[in-house]
Structures are given as C-alpha cells and as structure tokens.
C-alpha cells in the first residue's frame, strides 16, 4: 500500500484564493520531503526540500512567497499556493525517503491536481 | 549538475512485443540511477534503480535495464509487454552526495509507452 499520501487529488479554486497540499509519510517519519511540480506532458521539477524543523529549501527560480511550504511533523508537510493564478495550475507531488541514507528510496504521493479558474 | 535525456517521447508496441525505452544521462561524478512509472493522475513508482554492482538490474512488472558507463545510458527493456504497461516512464539521476542533496532527482522528459492489442 501507500507509504506517502497526498491530499486532495483533486482541487479547483478562484484565481487570488490560496491552496493547501498535505503530505504525509504514513508509516515512518521523514525529517525531509520533497515537493515536484509537473506541467501537462512535461517532467518533473523540484521545488523545493522541505525540512522538519526548519525553513525549506527552494530550487533556483521559485517564489518562496509564492509556494509556502510547513514542515509541521515528522510525517507532514504542507505546500500551500498564495494567491493562485491560472499559471499556476499544475500536478504537484510530493515525496520522501524512508531512509536516511542516499541509497533509500524515494516514496511518492499520489499528486495534487491543481486547477486555478 | 546532473542532466539525463529519454531518447524518445512516445513509444507504441504491439501486446507481447519486446520494448526498450532510452535513457543517457550526463554527470561529471558517479550516479545512481532510476526507472520509475507514473499512471495517469497518479504519483510515481518505482520500477527499478542502479545503485553498485551488477550492471544488470531486474526491477518490478518484469522490467530490466543495463547501465552502461562508457556510453552513459541506462535503458530499459520488457521482452514482452502487456496492455497494463501503457504509461509514462521516467529515467532519474541522482548524486550521491551527503548532506540534502540526496534526495534531489533530475528526471529525464518521460516516455510515453502506448501497448497496443
């Protein structure tokens, strides 16, 4: 079964309303999580790096404003959008290693369609 | 920086003919390496991965990929595919540094493999 949740699958807001995505590691605790976004018919990019108990880290060239990410837990982070726009209509996935080593492998989330009117 | 190229955007095949979807990457230090599939809206899983050792690797659903140093690929093949393969496939890289760099996956632009009756 799943080991990383995500919720909703599916959401649909007004452009200028904000967005919150859940991540969630259900049987072992990750100090880190990583948040992807992907565009129709293209791959993924990272985001950012979520890290329990401090702030996140962002890849070059996203609006850390814009994308808020919470690391509240050891089994939860959250993405949230701030005044979605249309362009920011995407897939969003999370995921999370089990273990801490570099070899462990990454568990993703079932992904966060976003749908910005 | 690490970047990897799937060769081919769209693959089709008839049911129970053999497959192989390209992947070459580029790295200037050793990486591990990962198939993963992704079906449509969900989250992505992995099929297999490249760590040390046998060049040979056997994943999941009867996939199989061989790295090759020397020309930088990591292909992956199925010798006779089902309708429930069709999906899109990723190729991934990944460094093995330490620190929070580990967790980032560059991804390749994914293959779209259509099985067709």
């Known amino acids: 079964g799943a080991v990383v949740s995500q919720h909703p699958s599916w959401v649909i807001c007004k452009s200028g309303t904000s967005v919150k995505i859940e991540c969630r590691s259900l049987?072992?605790?990750?100090?880190?999580m990583f948040w992807y976004r992907q565009f129709p018919k293209q791959s993924l990019m990272l985001m950012a790096t979520s890290n329990e108990g401090s702030k996140a880290t962002y890849e070059q060239g996203v609006e850390k404003d814009k994308f808020l990410i919470n690391h509240a837990s050891l089994t939860l982070s959250t993405l949230t959008v701030t005044s979605a726009h249309p362009e920011d209509s995407s897939f969003y996935i999370c995921?999370?290693?089990?273990?801490?080593?570099?070899?462990?492998?990454?568990?993703f989330g079932e992904g966060s369609r976003l749908t910005v009117l | 920086a690490q970047s990897v190229t799937q060769l081919d955007s769209q693959v089709p095949v008839f049911e129970e003919a053999p497959v192989e979807l390209r992947c070459n990457y580029s790295s200037s230090v050793s990486v591990y390496l990962f198939w993963y599939v992704q079906y449509p809206n969900q989250g992505l899983q992995l099929l297999l991965k490249?760590?040390?050792?046998?060049?040979l690797v056997k994943g999941i659903n009867g996939f199989e990929a061989e790295f090759n140093k020397s020309q930088t690929s990591f292909h992956l093949r199925k010798p006779s595919v089902h309708i429930s393969d069709t999906a899109e496939y990723f190729c991934?890289?990944?460094?093995?540094?330490?620190?929070?760099?580990?967790?980032?996956?560059?991804f390749g632009q994914g293959t779209i493999l259509t099985v067709h009756p």
């Open positions: 995921s999370a290693p089990r273990t801490q080593t570099n070899t462990g492998e990454l568990f």
């Open positions: 991934a890289v990944r460094a093995p540094a330490g620190g929070t760099s580990y967790g980032k996956l560059t």
């Open positions: 049987d072992f605790q990750a100090t880190t």
């Open positions: 490249y760590l040390s050792g046998s060049t």
